[in-house]
Nanobody, 116 residues
Framework: QVQLAESGGGLVQAGGFLRLSCVAS????????MAWFRQAPGEEREFVAS????????QYADSVKGRFSVSRDNNKNTIYLQIDSLKPEDTAVYYC?????????WGQGTQVTVSS
């Protein structure tokens, strides 16, 4: 059973923007804080942003503060990541999951590639 499905990635120029989406199964999504992570080539997966069940309590990694914005639609079991002012160092596969420590199996992620 696919629990997490990310989409919205692509190839963009530096300074551009993207909006990522993640649709989760109800059992994965309902009642949980959710988060975005990313994994660059040759690097470990890292935390990017999280959002509380009620849509508040948002947290961001220092490297993305002011450029990334996380949101959710609980009626659609979906979270979003608005990425503005993209930088080449944002190039990575982006994943969503429950916020730690309640993570489930990872989805396939969505590739974001930023050209300089």
């Amino acid at each position: 059973q696919v629990q997490l499905a990310e989409s919205g990635g692509g190839l963009v120029q530096a300074g551009g923007f993207l909006r990522l989406s993640c649709v989760a199964s109800l059992v994965t999504f309902y009642g949980y804080d959710m988060a975005w992570f990313r994994q660059a080539p040759g690097e470990e997966r890292e935390f990017v942003a999280s959002i509380g069940w009620n849509g508040f309590n948002k947290q961001y990694a220092d490297s993305v503060k002011g450029r990334f914005s996380v949101s959710r639609d609980n009626n659609k079991n979906t979270i979003y990541l608005q990425i503005d002012s993209l930088k080449p160092e944002d190039t990575a596969v982006y994943y969503c999951n429950r916020a730690p420590p309640h993570q489930v199996s990872w989805g396939q992620g969505t590739q974001v590639t930023v050209s300089s």
